[in-house]
Structures are given as C-alpha cells and as structure tokens.
C-alpha cells in the first residue's frame, strides 16, 4: 500500500541514517560502544524518529528490508573504523521479531560479516522480552547460533515484559538492558534502587552483564557504579549522534 511503497522509495533514494548512542563501561567510564538507532531524513518532513516509522515498518513488513540496511550498514562502519585505525567498538542493533522469525538470518549475518572481514564479537543484537516470546523455540535457537558465533545478545527493556527467570535461564543472553522506567527516578525511589540491585545480583549470579538504560545524571550514573551495574548510556554523556561525530571523539563523563 501506500505506507510500503514510501519506506521502499526512502530505502532506494538513501534517505535513512544509522546514529549511534555510546554505551559506557560503567568501571572506567570509557566508551565500549553504542547501540544503532536509525533515523530517516525526509525530502519534507526533516529528521522523523523511529518511533514514526518503525511500527509502519512492522506493520508491512518492510521491516525486513529496513533491518537488513541497518545492519549492513553498521557492518559497514565497523570495517570503515578499522580502515583508518579506529579503536575497535561493538555495536548494538535492534532485531524486529519479523528478523528473528527468518531462519535463514543467521546466513545472512555471517555472509555480512566475512563480506566485510569484521569479527562477530564486535556485534551485539537487541531483542526485546515481547519480540523473543512470539515464537520462542524458532528465536532460541537462532540466538543459540547468534551466541555460538560471538555475537553478544541482549535483552532490550528489561523488566517491561514478561520473562520469568526461569525464562532467562534457557536462554543464550549475555546482557540485560535495564529499561529506563527503572532508572529515571532512581534518585528518588527506593524500590527502583532495591529492584535495580535484585536485577544486578540476579544477572551476575548467572553471568550475565548489566547494562542501565536512560541515565540522565550524574547521580544516578554514580549510584550504578556503587550497584556493580557494568555498563550504561544515556542522555546525561550523550544521545544518538552521526557517525561523524562519534567518530570526532569520546563523549565526556563528568
Ligand atoms: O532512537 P529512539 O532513538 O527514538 O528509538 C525509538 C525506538 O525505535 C527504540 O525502541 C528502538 O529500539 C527502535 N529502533 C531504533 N532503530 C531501530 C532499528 O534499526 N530496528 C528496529 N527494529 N528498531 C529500532
Ligand atoms: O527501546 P530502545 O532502548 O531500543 O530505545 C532507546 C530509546 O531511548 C531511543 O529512543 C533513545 O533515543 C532513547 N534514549 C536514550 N537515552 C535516553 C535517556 O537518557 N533518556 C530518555 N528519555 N531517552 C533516552
Ligand atoms: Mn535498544
Ligand atoms: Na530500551
């Protein structure tokens, strides 16, 4: 229809923009990497944010194809960083459950990969508790493969869904991303603060690193610290930039 047909031309005439939000490593404060965020520069509209245009994607089923972009795309910054002697980074991409309900992704993944001589541990895929549990044997075992291969998976929105731990447990996960509802008032809600250390103690008894979403002060950004929290992002370092600007340089921690 009519949706399709202006997210396959925005693919065809290059109108869409992978930005990155750096991820930190919470015990040194340094950059580790970031997560892709995909943006789309309309002829008309400007600058329109996911939230506009993904569900539409999802919806008709061009998220297959958007995803497709994005991920060659980051693959293709990674190689691009290591041509002019860039340190190596990981980057996160979010995975649509249309993407993970495609068995023959996984190939897809790998074919990118040896195309562009990146190694697979510089590659870490967001999935959603939700997007994981409408076909939760299909996804298991392409996260299993995904895993076997280095690639880091991540539950995204933590603590929204519905996973159980016993969930977590039979799933190949390698980090949780505390969903920012949980972070944004940690200041001032204690039981924020006592579930974010139950989800920390949880997560490293099964070896599993934490990442906290949404950090917006330096307050909280301390407090994950004392919590043995791994790693965080948010808008109190930075929000999603260009390519260009990551590339000009460390965002500061205070
Ligand atoms: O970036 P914000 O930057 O506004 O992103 C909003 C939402 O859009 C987030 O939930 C994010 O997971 C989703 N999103 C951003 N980029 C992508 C993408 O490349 N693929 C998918 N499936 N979702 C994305
Ligand atoms: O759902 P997902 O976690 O993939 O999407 C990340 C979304 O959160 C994006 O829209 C991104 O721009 C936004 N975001 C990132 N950091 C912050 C933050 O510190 N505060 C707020 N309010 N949003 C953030
Ligand atoms: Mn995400
Ligand atoms: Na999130």
Redesign the pocket.
């Known amino acids: 229809i009519k949706a399709e047909e202006e997210l396959s031309k925005a693919l065809e005439n290059g109108e869409f923009e992978?930005?990155f939000?750096p991820q930190f490593d919470l015990s040194s404060n340094q950059v580790f990497g970031a997560?892709?965020?995909?943006?789309w520069n309309h002829p008309e509209r400007g600058l329109v944010?996911?939230?506009d245009f993904?569900p539409l994607?999802?919806n008709t089923g061009k998220?297959v194809d958007?995803?497709y972009w994005?991920?060659e795309n980051s693959i293709a910054y990674l190689a691009q960083r290591k041509r002019e002697n860039r340190p190596a980074i990981q980057l996160h991409?979010?995975?649509?459950s249309e993407?993970l309900s495609d068995p023959h992704f996984v190939t897809l993944v790998q074919a990118l990969l040896e195309q562009y001589q990146v190694p697979a541990y510089q590659l870490g895929f967001?999935v959603?508790e939700t997007s994981i549990l409408k076909d939760i044997n299909l996804a298991r075992g392409l996260l299993q493969a995904f895993k076997d291969m280095g690639i880091c998976i991540a539950i995204?929105?933590f603590g929204t869904g519905y996973s159980s731990l016993a969930q977590l447990k039979n799933l190949p996960v390698s980090l949780l991303k505390i969903d920012r509802s949980f972070i944004m008032d940690l200041e001032h809600d204690q039981d924020d603060r006592k579930i974010v250390e139950a989800i920390i103690a949880m997560a490293h008894k099964l070896n599993i690193q934490v990442l906290a979403e949404g950090i917006e002060t330096r307050e909280q950004w301390k407090m994950l610290q004392a919590f043995q929290c791994d790693s965080g992002q948010g808008y109190y370092v930075s929000?999603?930039i260009t390519a260009e600007e990551f590339n000009q340089g460390k965002p500061i921690v205070h």
């Open positions: 992978v930005y939000q997560e892709a965020l995909v943006r944010f996911p939230n993904i994607a999802e998220i958007l995803g994005v991920l991409i979010n995975l649509a993407q967001e959603t995204d929105d929000k999603a």
